[in-house]
T-cell receptor, first 112, second 113 residues
Framework: EADIYQTPRYLVIGTGKKITLECSQT?????MYWYQQDPGMELHLIHY???????EKGDLSSESTVSRIRTEHFPLTLESARPSHTSQYLC???????????FGPGTRLTVT | GENVEQHPSTLSVQEGDSAVIKCTYS??????FPWYKQELGKRPQLIID?????GEKKDQRIAVTLNKTAKHFSLHITETQPEDSAVYFC????????????FGKGTLLTVNP
């Protein structure tokens, strides 16, 4: 089934660890996005990609980095996790000419 | 990025009543206005959207209206049901071929049985 997947769904990790949050979509969408969201709060765009080898920073400054080597895969990496990174991270994708974005289930990250 | 203000931040209604959530924006080039529903612990899901060449769109109990002159758009839910309880987000793009969306801060809707 065409969908957008995120792993892990939940992650508890200690300060200073390097982590990678995975996002994959099977819809063939060119555009992909990462949002940061505290529970029930607004979504902040932290990274986006308009295609392979294209990545841009979003409106909210983030210490994370992303890569887009394959169309279907858009991982997010934190080199050194800190408690301030505790949040939910949502991945999304869209396909022009449509503007609709489809979201993954999210990764809830807790840094202790 | 584009600014969008969403009101109210919380809304409590009785089952069967109507609910209205409003968003205002400043960029006249915005041409796509979606609404997302996010239930507790779930992902945001698109429930309805409208483009700038249309003033109103309806889908069963949900409708969206757009006033481009005044730069605001609203979500209307009629005959509310407990399962409508969720956080609702408005969003918009920045116009032209920009596919990034800017989201409002969200409205927590509670429908009391």
């Amino acid at each position: 089934e065409a969908d957008i997947y995120q792993t892990p769904r939940y992650l508890v990790i200690g300060t200073g660890k390097k982590i990678t949050l995975e996002c994959s979509q099977t819809m063939g969408h060119d555009k992909m996005y990462w949002y940061q969201q505290d529970p029930g709060m607004e979504l902040h765009l932290i990274h986006y990609s308009y295609g392979v080898n294209s990545t841009e920073k979003g409106d909210l400054s983030s210490e994370s980095t992303v890569s887009r080597i394959r169309t279907e895969h858009f991982p997010l990496t934190l080199e050194s996790a800190r408690p301030s990174h505790t949040s939910q991270y949502l991945c999304a994708s869209s396909e022009p000419p449509a503007y609709e974005q489809y979201f993954g289930p999210g990764t809830r990250l807790t840094v202790t | 990025g584009e600014n969008v203000e969403q009101h109210p931040s919380t809304l409590s209604v009785q089952e069967g009543d109507s609910a209205v959530i409003k968003c205002t924006y400043s960029d006249s080039a915005s041409n796509y206005f979606p609404w997302y529903k996010q239930e507790l612990g779930k992902r945001p899901q698109l429930i309805i959207d409208i483009r700038s060449n249309v003033g109103e769109k309806k889908d069963q109990r949900i409708a969206v209206t757009l006033n481009k002159t005044a730069k605001h758009f609203s979500l209307h839910i009629t005959e509310t049901q407990p399962e409508d309880s969720a956080v609702y987000f408005c969003a918009l793009n920045s116009g032209g071929s920009n596919y990034k969306l800017t989201f409002g801060k969200g409205t927590l809707l509670t429908v009391n049985p």
